[in-house]
Every structure is written in C-alpha cells, then in structure tokens.
C-alpha cells in the first residue's frame, strides 16, 4: 500500500459544539413497590455543550413516552443532541408508571426534575429563566400537563420546593391531550371532553378511577382543562396517519388555544404515523428551535 503523508495548514469553522453525556443523575425519590415499603431513584440524562464556561443556556427537559406503561429515558438522547449542539443543557427524565403510581404522579415527578435542575442551574450552567419541556406521545400528554399546571401548587410535591417547577414554552408530538377524545354521543364535563375507556383497563389503571364515575376528577386530567389567557406557548405537530392518538384531539385542542389567544404553532404532517420519522428531521428540529428563539425575546 503507498505511503500517505500529508501536511495542511487549515482553519476549521466551529458551527456547533461537541457535547457530554452525564447520564443516571438522580433527581428524587418516590415511594415504588406496594405497599409503599421501599422507594426508587427517579433519574435523568443530562446533555452539554462541551467545556466548562460561565455562560448561562437555556433548558430543554424532555419526555419519552410508552402509553404510561413503560419509558425508556436513554431513547431520544441522540436525536436530543441536535438541540445540546444549538447550545441547550437538554435533560431527558423518568417519571413513575402506571403500574406503580396514578395521575398525577408522573406530572409531579416532570415538576420535580424541573426544580431539581434549577436548584443546580450554577452547576450545569443552566438559565433558570429559559426552560422548556417536551415529549412525545404519552410524554406529550404530561409535557402539556406540566406546561398548563405552572404555578397550581397541588402539583408540586417532593424536593427543592423553594424552587418554580414554572416552564416558559411546550412541546407536544403527538402527544393526546386529552387521553382519547370523547365520542361524539359521550357526555363532556363543563365542555372539556372526558377521557375515553375502552376494553382496555389501561387507562383506569393510570387514572386510578374510572372516569365516566368522576367526570369532574377526570376533567382535570386532561390539559384542556388549565388553558387559559396566562398560557405558556404551544410548539404542536401531528401526524395524519397516526393510528394509535387521533389526531382529530389536536385540532381540537388548538382551537382551544387560540380561543385563549395562547401563541400556538400546530403542524399537520402528511402522511406521518406514531412515531414517525418525520418529526425526527432537521427540519422539524430547526422549527422547534426557531419557535423557541422567539418565545425567548419575547
């Protein structure tokens, strides 16, 4: 083979940063196995720009989903480091199951990574004014729920309650925001449409009740319920083709938006089913952060 010897002066143009992973950061602790003997690290993964500075950036919390039955923290973090390279400490979180703890748990425990990470914002050198939560799927459905919750201190247990748990912006894919749009010919509570139960038991699992029973309980399961004028702006995409959440709940869901005059950019992405790649694009990537940057200088 011939020899290869080459020697180049050359001038790289940084456009983006290398990042680090610090993965398993424990931010809580829940009560786990019944009947509440023992109790289980909530953890976190943790994205960086690369290097050590005295900058302060914006926060990015995401959310997996899995139908409330199972999570997978780990999933996004490659997709996620498109975000930590634009300059965003970019955190992905569990949050306790259904077989383990009813609504509104799993929103409580988003609440408390957010307080968590504030509490340490000089450590990962984080802007406690400028964070966002996201999620897709069921995690789309409890992003949207802590996003409308700010300040609703029946929501806030556990550590750092000297901390807001506030968040300045959502993001949803696909995430049902209403856990199944009620059938036409069902009854609504106050015109929040209830949850929708099926053969599958599910849904009364992550409730903990059924909720045609309690239809005012329910109601306040369901993001519709918490919109109003002081509500945080709505980064929304959806896929046509979703077979498994109706798509038909967002729509529904931002014209409540804008009934409110909440700021709200909703995509309708053609063709796409649950989980599709196209929300995983660049282009999708560059949208939310655009949508970002104005919420920000705002």
């Not at 786990?32 to 990015?60: A, I, Q, V």
């Not at 498109?82 to 949050?95: D, L, M, P």
């Not at 999620?135 to 029946?154: C, F, H, K, P, R």
């Not at 806030?156 to 506030?166: A, T, Y």
Request: aromatic content about 12%; glycine content about 8%; charged content about 20%.
């Amino acid at each position: 083979m011939q020899k290869l010897q080459t020697k180049r002066e050359l001038s790289v143009t940084v456009k983006e940063q290398p990042v680090t992973l610090i993965s398993g950061i424990t931010f809580a602790q829940v009560p786990y196995w019944f009947p509440f003997y023992n109790y289980r690290d909530l953890k976190l993964d943790l994205l960086l720009p690369f290097g050590r500075s005295n900058e302060k950036r914006p926060l990015l919390v995401w959310i997996c989903g899995g139908g409330f039955v199972t999570m997978e923290r780990s999933a996004y973090i490659p997709w996620l480091s498109w975000f930590a390279k634009k300059g965003y400490v970019t955190a992905s979180i569990e949050y306790r199951l259904s077989n383990s703890a009813h609504f509104p748990a799993p929103v409580e425990d988003a609440k408390k990574a957010i307080r968590y990470l504030r509490a340490h914002a000089d450590e990962y050198g984080i802007d406690p004014a400028k964070v966002v939560i996201g999620g897709e799927s069921a995690g789309g459905n409890l992003a949207s729920m802590t996003g409308v919750t700010n300040g609703l201190a029946e929501f806030e247990k556990g550590e750092h309650l000297e901390q807001s748990s506030s968040v300045s912006a959502v993001i949803n894919y696909y995430g049902p925001t209403s856990l199944g749009k009620a059938k036409r010919d069902e009854k609504s509570f106050d015109g929040v449409p209830l949850p929708e139960t099926t053969a599958s038991s599910s849904l009364i699992q992550y409730l903990g009740f059924h909720p045609g029973e309690e239809p005012e309980r329910a109601a306040k399961s369901t993001a519709q319920y918490y919109i109003n004028q002081d509500t945080v702006p709505f980064f929304m995409a959806h896929g046509t083709a979703d077979s498994l959440v109706d798509i038909s709940a967002s729509d529904d869901f931002y014209n409540v938006l804008v009934q409110n005059h909440v700021p709200v950019e909703y995509y309708r992405i053609q063709g796409a089913g649950h989980m599709g790649m196209e929300f995983y694009q660049d282009e999708m990537c560059q949208r939310i952060h655009d949508f970002l940057e104005k919420v920000f200088a705002g």
